[in-house]
């Protein structure tokens, strides 16, 4: 498989972090991707493949995640939002298009709020959705729903602190008992899984650093945007959802709900169920050919 991405490296200074960051295209436009709360820029292999915007993407490994800088603490959403417009002033990108997945939808749409004069576009892939503040019959609703979002992460947070004999070994954890191999799997999700390790004695473990994805699920929690606040955004909007949850046969994260509030606050310009696909696989073909053609029609509309 051909190597996909130019590494970019966007330095830092004494008070901020190296973001390292994954190019495809050539131009001055590139799409701004930013990944879910465990990931890096090589879960948009897929997306990236299949997208036409000749000036391609640029998909950021998040401060704490892939090759870029993990200090100890200083995670949020703000503090992703500003490394995004850090980005943007280093590779001279003025209004960007933003797509993020997961996590990195919230830290979009936060994007959007703090700096709406950077932001010409969104997408919101399987994210995004607006924080519930309980009132005295809805807490056991959100409790619910804040529990399956937990039980769903568990297992993504869970391999942070493991170490793997090899990356087979990886390949299991995620497909246990199915015997697949980093050889048997499709090329675009094998690479993601070999970015996803760094070599340490003994075997590998995972880069992210499990102290900031447990900051942002604080942070997201508490301090993400409700319905209320979601409404500011000006900018087009393109949501694009998950038909299942997790897993095969869960519940999608948007459910009626939080898909009602979201076409409500937001300016949606276009709004899709992908169906078959699930909070993952979304990511990864076939799925990944119609999020690719629906970015594609929202760099080319606005």
Not at 174 to 190: R, S, Y
Not at 198 to 226: I, S, Y
Request: proline residues 7%; negative net charge.
């Amino acid at each position: 498989m051909r190597e996909l991405w130019t590494r970019q490296t966007i330095p830092g200074d004494i008070e901020d972090v190296e973001i390292v960051a994954g190019r495809t295209g050539q131009g001055p436009d590139p799409v701004i991707a930013l990944h879910g709360i465990t990931s890096h820029h090589h879960a948009f292999n897929a997306i990236a493949r299949h997208l036409a915007h000749p000036d391609g993407m640029l998909a950021l490994d998040l401060r704490g995640r892939g090759d870029s800088g993990k200090p100890p603490s200083g995670y949020g959403l703000d503090v992703h939002a500003r490394d995004v417009v850090r980005v943007l002033d280093h590779v001279g990108i003025a209004r960007a298009v933003l797509m993020g997945h997961s996590m990195g939808a919230f830290a979009a749409a936060q994007t959007a709020l703090m700096y709406p004069h950077r932001v010409r576009a969104l997408a919101l892939l399987d994210g995004g959705w607006p924080r519930v503040e309980a009132g005295p019959n809805e807490e056991a609703t959100v409790d619910e729903e804040a529990k399956r979002i937990e039980d769903g992460l568990r297992r993504a947070f869970s391999r942070l602190v493991m170490a793997f004999k090899t990356p087979d070994d990886y390949v299991d954890f995620w497909f246990p008992g199915q015997g697949l191999t980093m050889d048997t799997l499709p090329p675009d999700l094998a690479d993601n899984y070999r970015y996803d390790l760094r070599q340490v004695e003994g075997g590998w473990r995972p880069k992210c650093l499990l102290e900031a994805a447990l900051e942002d699920a604080r942070w997201n929690a508490a301090e993400a945007a409700t319905a209320a606040r979601l409404s500011s955004i000006t900018v087009p909007t393109a949501l694009i959802r998950a038909s299942e949850g997790f897993f095969p046969g869960t519940p999608p994260l948007i459910g009626d709900e939080a898909h009602a509030a979201m076409a409500q606050a937001l300016p949606l310009r276009a709004d899709t169920m992908i169906p078959g696909s699930n909070h993952y696989t979304i990511m990864y073909e076939p799925a990944a050919i119609e999020v690719a053609r629906i970015i594609d029609d929202v760099v080319g509309s606005y």
